[in-house]
């Protein structure tokens, strides 16, 4: 179960570099000086980037949990 926990802790990793993606997104449209319907419109289209990011973090987390519960 060894694989599990290193497949689940990849996944998690992918996710959290989507987290931090998403995030520098978010902080590079408030630098620029936006209006505050443009800041709301780059937000959402940030949204599904963060969502997916945060699934595949759970989904990873759930799959490490699962192989150290199987080992």
Do not use: C, Q, T, Y
């Amino acid at each position: 179960m060894a694989a599990l926990i290193w497949i689940g802790a990849g996944i998690s990793a992918l996710g959290l570099v989507g987290i931090v993606l998403s995030a520098v997104r978010v902080m590079r449209a408030r630098r620029a000086g936006l209006s505050d319907a443009e800041l709301r419109e780059a937000i959402r289209k940030a949204l599904p980037l963060n969502l997916g990011a945060f699934l595949l973090s759970v989904l990873g987390l759930m799959a490490v949990i699962v192989g150290i519960g199987l080992s």
